[in-house]
């Protein structure tokens, strides 16, 4: 198990920029990471993965050339960079983990993961 705090949050206009950083308390460099959302009345939703080699990412489709996910071995953090953002992207953006031997493997469901980090709100007014 890791500890996942997550950091970078806030309230933004539509068109803005934001970086969400997810820091491990302990090393996180074996673990394919993930940033999923969930906004009000709505369920959980898959927005982007990197493997723990950071080779292999992928995206939901409507972040897809928006959203850039990284990871800094060294700081032992993940970044999702966020650009023109939207009011739709309003939601509780959560980091996630999974300890994994395949340096290429990601995951794109919530249920792949077994570490969460506590979210982080970010809001985007129109």
């Known amino acids: 198990q890791v500890r996942l705090v997550e950091s970078g949050g806030g309230l933004v206009q539509a068109g803005d920029s934001l970086r969400l950083s997810c820091r491990g308390r302990?090393?996180?460099?074996?673990?394919?990471m993930g940033w999923f959302r969930q906004a009000p009345g709505k369920e959980r939703e898959f927005v982007a993965t990197?493997?723990?080699?950071?080779?292999?990412?992928d995206y939901a489709g409507d972040v897809k050339g928006r959203f850039t996910i990284s990871r800094d071995r060294a700081e032992n953090t993940v970044y999702l960079q966020m650009n023109s953002l939207k009011p739709e992207d309003t939601a509780v953006y959560s980091c996630?983990?999974?300890?994994?031997?395949?340096?290429?493997?990601?995951?794109?469901?919530?249920?792949?993961?077994?570490?969460w980090g506590q979210g982080i709100q970010v809001t985007v007014s129109s």
């Open positions: 996630a983990g999974k300890r994994t031997v395949d340096s290429s493997g990601i995951y794109l469901t919530s249920y792949g993961y077994d570490n």
């Open positions: 302990s090393t996180i460099n074996r673990y394919a």
């Open positions: 990197i493997s723990w080699s950071g080779a292999t990412t």
